[in-house]
């Protein structure tokens, strides 16, 4: 069984090249693979500056699934709207909306 416990946290010291490293590691079809970097890097600034790295993983393992899928949603659509859509439907599984939570946003605060 391979280890990847600590790819994730390489990709954030390392950025770009790492992901594009750990899509070949999961499978991730070659013309998908650029596509997994753009927006493995915007998901991980994003959940770095607002969220947790909890949240950053679980986001990053949607974007490998939805890499996998054939055909690909990803091929179609702009960049920062599959990671906001990401964010968001991980995000709201994940109870953020709710005030009692220890990481809690609106809405509105998610979307900035």
């Not at 991730?28 to 600034?45: K, V």
């Not at 599984?93 to 946003?105: E, G, T, V, Y």
Request: overall charge positive; charged content about 20%; proline content about 4%.
């Amino acid at each position: 069984m391979l280890n990847l416990s600590g790819i994730h946290a390489q990709f954030r010291r390392f950025g770009c090249a790492i992901s594009v490293a750990y899509a070949a590691v999961m499978n991730i079809p070659i013309q998908m693979r650029p596509i997994y970097g753009e927006l493995a890097e915007i998901i991980s600034d994003y959940c770095g500056r607002f969220l947790s790295e909890d949240y950053r993983a679980l986001c990053l393992r949607l974007l490998e699934k939805l890499c996998r899928k054939r055909p690909s949603p990803l091929l179609n659509g702009r960049r920062n709207t599959w990671a906001a859509g990401i964010v968001y439907a991980i995000a709201a599984n994940n109870l953020i909306f709710d005030k009692s939570m220890p990481i809690h946003r609106t809405a509105d605060e998610l979307s900035c």
